[in-house]
């Protein structure tokens, strides 16, 4: 983990407009996001997964516990869109 520096991609939503006011359709969103893959598919598995806020090297999740927190969830996210009534 030593020596890491953000260089990855951004998604970002208006938050005030649309669908995307609802903080669940946003959460949806989040959890439909296959960022595992992305690493993979475009960078060739030279990446990893980060909540985006920069804290020192010793205050990071495990790996793991990252993956676990922001996979991709497909079921989660058809039970956030349901409950928002989309």
Known sequence: MSGRTFTGGFVLLHADQGATKDVRVR??????????????????????????????LDWLLPDDEIKKLLGQDIQGAKQLMAGGGR
Do not use: E, F, N
């Open 27 to 56: 959460q949806a969103i989040s959890k439909a996001i296959d960022r595992a893959g992305v690493i993979q598919g475009v960078y060739g598995g030279a990446g990893w997964i980060s909540p985006g806020l920069t804290v020192p």
